[in-house]
């Protein structure tokens, strides 16, 4: 099975802090994504990636950066924390070809006080 | 931009009925669309695709159908059980494959009462 890990379940972090999420796939996938989900807004895409060194904005990129550096790994950067980017972010990585969903890692929990 | 709408109530179903879901969107139809299951704390977890020349697909208890013209898709759990309350995410794939990225609905919650 493919794993997608997210190295926190849960972050607490202060305002003005420079943050990094990490996600890590097993599976030689080349795209990745990162959204984040909070109540009554669904899940919305931050950014994404094709392939190594390779990044795409998506819906809500603005005070968030990613890296890909190596293939299984796509890192979200939250250059200095407010408390309006606490909440649950995804990572999810997609296997090549069109009848594939997205495997999602199960989340980090990140709140900025 | 676009639009999804699933049920914003939580569903209640009794145990051994048939669970059925739907997702509604605006604007045009997309290549694909999926559907996902989500636990509380958990990731969305992948159930289904179908693209927009299918009319349905089944995966042993699930039933999906995709109607372009209704800008419509309806999710159906047979056989339901108290096992399969969760909340249950449509997507909207532009790019065939999802490459892009996808655009999820807000959910639907269902409950299964035995």
């Known amino acids: 099975d493919v794993k997608v890990t997210q190295s926190s379940r849960y972050l607490v972090k202060r305002t003005g802090e420079k943050v990094f999420l990490e996600c890590v796939q097993d599976?030689?996938?080349?795209?990745m994504f990162w959204y984040r989900q909070d109540p009554g807004l669904g899940l919305r895409l931050i950014y994404f990636s094709y392939d190594v060194k390779m990044k795409e904005k998506g819906d809500i990129p603005e005070g968030y950066s990613v890296s890909r550096e190596k293939k299984e790994r796509f890192s979200l950067i939250l250059e200095s924390a407010s408390t309006n980017q606490t909440s649950m972010y995804l990572c999810a990585s997609r296997k090549p070809g069109q009848n594939y969903g997205y495997t999602f890692g199960s989340g980090t929990r990140l709140t900025v006080v | 931009s676009q639009k999804i709408e699933q049920n914003s109530e939580a569903l209640n179903i009794q145990e051994g009925k048939t669970a059925t879901l739907t997702c509604n969107y605006t604007n045009y139809s997309p290549a694909y669309l999926q559907w996902y299951r989500q636990d509380p704390g958990r990731g969305p977890v992948f159930l289904l695709l179908i693209r927009e020349n299918e009319k349905e697909k089944r995966k042993e208890r699930l039933k999906v159908t995709f109607d372009t013209t209704l800008k419509q898709s309806l999710f159906h759990i047979t056989a339901s059980q108290p096992a399969d309350s969760a909340t249950y995410l449509c997507?909207?794939?532009?790019?065939?494959?999802?490459?892009?990225?996808?655009?999820f609905g807000k959910g639907t919650h269902l409950i299964i009462q035995p």
């Open positions: 997507a909207l794939d532009y790019s065939g494959g999802g490459a892009d990225g996808l655009t």
């Open positions: 599976m030689d996938h080349e795209n």
